[in-house]
């Protein structure tokens, strides 16, 4: 309760929540990554936000964003029932 109090006197701000942690940045630009408590399996800490600001997955959420598996599926049946 009292981390919490010095946080929001400090001025840190969530960016992200993801895999059991929380990204957080201050008003002077500072990063850091802060665990989920209570979070049963955390995943791994993206350590590449801390030194450059930029998430590992943003890169494949750019390429990728837009796939979705039933349209993936969708179009292999339409193949499979065109070869047939």
Do not use: C, N
Not at 16 to 36: C, D, H, L, N, W
Not at 51 to 67: C, E, L, M, P, S
């Amino acid at each position: 309760m009292i981390g919490s109090l010095f946080d929001m006197i400090g001025g840190w701000r969530t960016v992200r929540s993801r895999a059991g942690f929380i990204y957080q940045e201050s008003r002077g630009g500072k990063r850091r990554i802060v665990p989920i408590e209570g979070w049963r399996k955390p995943g791994l800490r993206d350590e590449e936000w801390v030194t450059t600001g930029r998430f590992a997955d943003d890169q494949i959420v750019k390429q990728y964003g837009h796939f979705h598996v039933s349209e993936h599926h969708r179009r292999e049946r339409a193949h499979a029932h065109a070869v047939a």
